[in-house]
């Protein structure tokens, strides 16, 4: 059964710092990971999506990175600001059973003035 | 615009009243989702459905039923709720024909059974 893991928890950073969220996934036969944000009282938006044949993907200060064989994805967000406080939750779809996704339960970010 | 409309957004209800949640999309989606999100545990899917009259379990679905009567529509349905079904729902949907199409999630549902 596919298990999906971020660390830390939780992370604070000063604005303006570059940061590194991570997603670890137990089964390397996935179909996508995606990245999503969540905030207070709203729904996930999709930020990013990487198929199993790429590496990375990249929008605006957001870079998401997939290594397969290691069962690790990381997104990389550039120049911090406090708008970009919210949680960040990564999701696997596997290979077979595209429809099925199973979510990391995310890290809380918070950028500070 | 092209969203997922979830309703109510809150609900308080006591054990055993049947309810629904309603969950509508105008992007002409294939797939539709739910999704229950639990401290510590994460979202898990409860069902999923590919087209109209397809559904599917996902990995929590006692306690839960659902219909695809129309593709735009998928709602949610506790025939006899339990507080052990407390819990911040979601919605959700994409291009079935293209499972790299991005899940366009709606607002979420409190729901608090007492």
């Known amino acids: 059964k596919q298990e999906v893991t971020q660390i830390p928890a939780a992370l604070s950073v000063p604005e303006g710092e570059n940061l590194v969220l991570n997603c670890s996934f137990t089964d390397s036969a996935i179909y996508n990971l995606q990245w999503f944000r969540q905030d207070p009282g709203k729904g996930l938006t999709s930020l990013l999506l990487?198929?199993?044949?790429?590496r990375e993907q990249t929008s605006g200060r957001l870079n998401a990175s997939l290594d397969k064989s290691s069962g690790r994805s990381t997104l990389y967000i550039a120049a911090s600001q406090p708008g970009d406080s919210a949680t960040y939750l990564c999701?696997?779809?596997?290979?077979?059973?595209?429809?099925?996704?199973?979510f990391g339960t995310g890290t809380r970010l918070q950028v500070t003035l | 615009e092209a969203q997922v409309t979830q309703n109510p957004r809150y609900l308080i209800t006591v054990t055993g009243k049947k309810l629904t949640v309603t969950c509508s999309q105008n992007?002409?989606?294939?797939?539709m989702s739910w999704y229950r999100q639990d401290p510590g545990l994460g979202l898990r899917q409860i069902y999923y459905s590919m087209n109209v009259e397809v559904t599917d379990k996902g990995d929590v679905p006692e306690g839960y039923k659902v219909s695809r009567k129309e593709k735009r529509n998928f709602p949610l349905i506790l025939e006899s709720p339990s507080p052990n079904q407390t819990s911040l729902y979601f919605c959700a949907s994409s291009f079935r024909r293209d499972w790299n199409s991005p899940l366009h999630f709606g607002n979420g549902t409190r729901l608090t059974v007492t």
């Open positions: 992007m002409n989606h294939e797939y």
């Open positions: 990487i198929q199993s044949s790429q």
């Open positions: 999701a696997v779809s596997q290979t077979g059973t595209a429809s099925k996704l199973t």
